[in-house]
C-alpha cells in the first residue's frame, strides 16, 4: 500500500510540474493580446487547464509530511536548509541573468545595485513557490497536531473553504457582473470579513491539510465520478468567468485564475484523486515516472531560464497560432528543462542542495 501511494505522488509530481511548465509557457502574450481575439482565447484555454499545478504541488507535501513523525531537527537542518540554500543561490542567478537577457533582446538596461539585491530577497517571478513550502515546512509540527484529529481537520477544511474559497469568490462574482458594487454592498461585506480576522484560514495550508485528508480518504466509485465531473466543471469556470470579466473590463483580468477560487480548488482535488484511483501496475513506466520525479524540482527552477532563453532567440507563442504553439514551446520546454536538472544531479553538492 505505501509502494503505491508513493507511485502515484510520483505521478502527482511530475504532471504538476509539467502543468506548471504549461502554464508559464501559456500566459506568454496572454496579458497584451485582444480579449476579444482567437489567440486570447486559445491562450486562455490552456492557461485554465493547468491552473491545478501549484495547489497539487502543496498537496503532495502534504500529504507527504503530515503521514510520518515530524523531526523537528531533521526537518530544519534537512529539509528547510537545502530549500533556503536552492533559494539563495538561484534567486542570484535569475538577478543577473533576467536583466541581462532582457537587454540582449529590448536593448533596455533595467540592471541596477538596488533592483539585484531587492532580486535576490524575493527571487524570480516563480521563485514565490520556495518561500511559501519553507513556511508550511515551519508550521508542520503545529499543523501535525491538528490532523490528528480527524473531526478537527475535517472542521477547519470546511471553515477554510467557505471563508478562503466560496465567500471571496461569490464576492469577486457579484462584483464583476452585477452592479451590487456600485452601492457599496460589497465594500461593506468585505469590511465585515476583514474585521472577523479570520488570518489562520487562509494560505496554503488549507492545500497541504487537503493532500494528506486525501491520501488518506477513500472514496467510492460514485463520489468518484462527481469529483471528477466537479473538475470538467471547475475547468470550464475558470475558462468562462476568465474570458467574461476580461471582456467586460477591457483587458485581461487573472482574478479567476487565483489557486483560491472555487473553479481552481475543483480541478486540483479531481487531479488529485484521480491519480490517486489509477491502476499503476506498469512497473517499467512507474520506474520512468520515479526517475522523472527526481528531476522535477531543478526542472521547477530552471524552467524559466529556459523560457526567457527561448524569447532571445525568437520562440515563444507567437511563432504560430496559439493552438500549436503553446504545445511546441511547452515541449522544448519541458525536454530542455529536465535536460538540464539531470545534468545538475551528476554533480556532487549541487545535486544535494540546489536541486
Known amino acids: 500500500m505505501e509502494k503505491e501511494r508513493i507511485v502515484y505522488f510520483d505521478y502527482l509530481r511530475v504532471f504538476a510540474m509539467l502543468a506548471v511548465m504549461v502554464l508559464h509557457v501559456a500566459t506568454q502574450g496572454w496579458e497584451t493580446a485582444d480579449v476579444n481575439s482567437f489567440q486570447w482565447n486559445v491562450l486562455n484555454i490552456y492557461d485554465s487547464l493547468v491552473r491545478w499545478g501549484v495547489p497539487v504541488f502543496v498537496m503532495i507535501s502534504g500529504a507527504l509530511f503530515l503521514s510520518k513523525e515530524v523531526d523537528v531537527k531533521k526537518l530544519y537542518t534537512k529539509n528547510i536548509a537545502r530549500l533556503a540554500v536552492a533559494f539563495v543561490v538561484w534567486s542570484v542567478f535569475y538577478a543577473v541573468y533576467l536583466p541581462v537577457s532582457k537587454l540582449v533582446l529590448t536593448g533596455e538596461n533595467t540592471f541596477s545595485i538596488k533592483t539585484m539585491v531587492s532580486e535576490v530577497i ?3 517571478y516563480h521563485m514565490w513557490f520556495i518561500p511559501m513550502i519553507i513556511g508550511l515546512y515551519i508550521c508542520v509540527p503545529l499543523i501535525k497536531q491538528f490532523v490528528l484529529n480527524e473531526k478537527l481537520m475535517k472542521y477547519y477544511l470546511k471553515l477554510s473553504f467557505i471563508f478562503a474559497f466560496l465567500v471571496p469568490q461569490l464576492i469577486n462574482i457579484l462584483s464583476d457582473f452585477t452592479p451590487l458594487s456600485t452601492f457599496g454592498i460589497i465594500d461593506s461585506v468585505e ?3 476583514s474585521d472577523m480576522h ?50 467586460k473590463a477591457g483587458s485581461a483580468v487573472e482574478t479567476y485564475y487565483l489557486n483560491f477560487n472555487v473553479n481552481v480548488f475543483l480541478e486540483a482535488v479531481a487531479v488529485f484523486v484521480l491519480f490517486k484511483q489509477m491502476k499503476l501496475k506498469n512497473n517499467k513506466l512507474n520506474k520512468a515516472v520515479t526517475a522523472f520525479s527526481q528531476y522535477s524540482f531543478g526542472a521547477y527552477l530552471v524552467h524559466i531560464f529556459v523560457i526567457s532563453a527561448l524569447i532571445v532567440v525568437g520562440i515563444n507563442t507567437s511563432i504560430c497560432n496559439a493552438v500549436l504553439s503553446v504545445p511546441i514551446v511547452s515541449l522544448i520546454v519541458i525536454i530542455a528543462s529536465f535536460i538540464i536538472s539531470f545534468v545538475l544531479n551528476k554533480i556532487p553538492f549541487i545535486n544535494k542542495w540546489l536541486v
Open 198 to 247: 479570520l488570518d489562520i484560514l487562509f494560505g496554503y495550508v488549507f492545500y497541504f491539510v487537503l493532500g494528506y485528508f486525501l491520501s488518506k480518504t477513500e472514496f467510492s466509485k460514485d463520489k468518484r465520478i462527481k469529483i471528477y465531473i466537479g473538475g470538467l466543471c471547475g475547468f470550464l469556470l475558470t475558462v468562462l468567468l476568465t474570458a467574461l470579466a476580461s471582456v
Open 191 to 193: 469590511k465585515l470579513l
Open 122 to 124: 524575493t527571487g524570480a
